[in-house]
């Protein structure tokens, strides 16, 4: 790591920085017309529709009632676990690779929880009686059932989207500072209210090492936690193949084993096409290919695990369920899930592929298709073929739902595009800190240590 | 308004025994303003507490404890007994408690970070834009012109590449 970067000094990095926000060429403006443009046209247009027509324009019917848009919000938080969540180990951990790739990670946190708040949104049908899932009395002087895992939720992913803002916000305020003093305008105003007067002084860099620690070390559990609560949305059925008490530890190992992949997918981009190609180097997909290596095969054993154990329980219905899903009308999809997600990723093992930046973008969108595809037969495998046959169907979603799918991801691209005009998408200070600190009348020596 | 004596340097260890000199020779603590994190500082300035870890704790047992108190309240106030289970039941209301600590811990850790490092600063304090970039600045206030010129001569003396005079707002 310091080898990669002890040639850069302070200026480099501070100048790459600044010019990433401020210097905006067409390309930048094309991509996010683009991005925008899509959103507008696949998600919100759509999601109009439905509210128009009512939430028969979507192909959820009995008996399959929940659909793509639950996928979709699986898969979202799913993608969201392992930006702020690695973040989080790294730093306590004190691996310094962490530094040049951790808040754009944070940023794809926060960006995919607002697009899987925003599913949730899409999904209830009448969104404008969302806030009957808040905690308060209703006129009948009745709460909410904090029984029901759908509390759990609501107070486990705000808590999410509150922690997350913030330690992405905290960990940018010096960069917020040190931007601040580059820019004029409109731009100067927004900075200086965002460093808050940050001047990097001693105790200012105390202070903020030990609220940064002590949030990092609220955030891990309260990650875990928020994927571990979304499977007992389903785990807490009695529905067959759902009713599964490996069901938590399968949600959070395959949240970060998707995340992990997406954030592969955005470092490729920004090394690529925001010119970072000096501090996002071969050592990150290097490290980031062992951790999604090994996340791979976590995720291939549960999955043998939750076969095992439908098969151990002796119940006709967990062999019908099974049955289904293994040979029955998605079978296709399920072999393409365990082509995409346990066997393809084995190619990790070759050092030479995990340090190869195409192919690791490739087998990254590989892995997240096939973490669709798992949430996706989550649901359509298990509501629609409960107990009895005469109440089985298959669920196919309809053109509204795959087109706010498609919508989704440009709406989570079209918030990072202006994410990385806004913040900082390198840390600076922490990349400083790898670098060899500047010394009196010398020249910086060969090899530095981390600080 | 108060004046202070300030120091530029190129590197952090020389700023560091700027600092340590300063502190040695009588004045106030001098503050340090650098890009990055300096290491050693508590060794040099004296060790920093600071109450952040006492907001981070209570703000978790508070919210824990309020937590449950929705949870459990709740309940309580519009009894509806299912299967004649418990009115309370404990699994589920930990997570609501779980939850709700770590939501009051996040916040209280914040407002613990702008409470002890004194932001969002309201005044004008001493700043140079530099300090942000490459450069390690040390700051002490100085009383009189004898003071200063004692101050200066530490400064030259470490090695700073400029020093300078800046007020600051009371």
Known sequence: MVAETNNLGYTDIHEDVVRSIVKTGPKYYIALATAGGTTLLCFFFPWFYQLYYGIGAAGMNHPGVWGTYLASFIFWIGLSHSGTLLSCVLHLTNSSWRKAMYRSAEAMTLFSLVVAATYVMVHVGRPWFIHWALPYPNQMELWPNFRSPLMFDVMAITTYITGSTIFIY???????????????????????????????????????????TFLAVLIIPLAVSVHSIVSWDFAMSIVPALHQTIFAPYFVVGAIYSGTAGIVTVMFVLRKYMGFERYITKLHFDNLGKLLLVLSLLWTYINAVELFTSWYSGTSEEYEAVGFKLFGFYA?????????????????????????????????????????????????????RQYLPDAWGVYVPSAVEVSIMVGSFALFTTLFL?????????????????????????????????A | MTSNVV????????????????????????????????????????????????????????????????????????????????????????????????????????????????????????????????????????????????????????????????????
């Open chain 1, 332 to 384: 296709p999809l399920y072999w393409e899930m365990i082509l995409f997600c346990a066997v393809a990723p084995l190619l990790m093992f070759s050092t030479r592929f995990r340090t190869s930046f195409m192919p690791m973008l490739i087998l990254s969108i590989v892995i997240n298709i096939g973490m669709y595809t798992e949430r996706f037969l989550i649901i359509a495998t298990s509501l629609p």
């Open chain 2, 7 to 170: 120091g530029v340097f190129a590197d952090p260890q020389s700023a560091l025994t700027a600092a340590g000199n300063l502190k040695g020779a009588g004045f106030g603590i001098p503050e340090l303003m650098s890009p990055v994190p300096i290491e050693g500082v508590e060794a040099v300035l004296g060790k920093k507490k600071s109450a952040i870890k006492n907001f981070t704790f209570f703000g978790g047992l508070i919210g824990g404890i309020a937590g449950f108190a929705l949870a459990a309240g709740t309940a309580v106030l519009y009894p509806h007994p299912v299967g004649g289970r418990p009115i309370i039941t404990m699994p589920p209301y930990l997570i609501i408690t779980y939850e709700l600590a770590i939501l009051f811990g996040i916040l209280f850790t914040v407002v613990g970070f702008l409470v002890s490092s004194r932001l969002p600063a309201i005044r004008n304090r001493v700043y140079l834009p530099e300090a942000a970039v490459d450069k390690f600045v040390v700051t002490v206030p100085y009383d009189d012109d004898d003071h200063f010129k004692r101050a200066e001569a530490i400064l030259s003396n470490a090695g700073a590449e400029q020093i300078r005079q800046l007020g600051e707002e009371d």
């Open chain 1, 170 to 212: 905290m960990g940018s305020i010096p960069d917020f500072a040190a931007v601040r003093d580059r820019t004029s305008g409109w731009r100067n105003t927004m900075y200086t209210l965002l460093s808050l007067g940050w001047r990097g002084t001693d105790k200012e860099w105390h202070r903020l090492h030990w609220a940064y």
């Open chain 1, 418 to 450: 202006v994410f990385v005009k806004i913040f900082p998408s390198v840390s600076m200070y922490e990349v400083k800190e790898t670098m060899a600190t500047p010394k009196l009348g010398s020249v910086a020596p060969a090899s530095g240590s981390p």
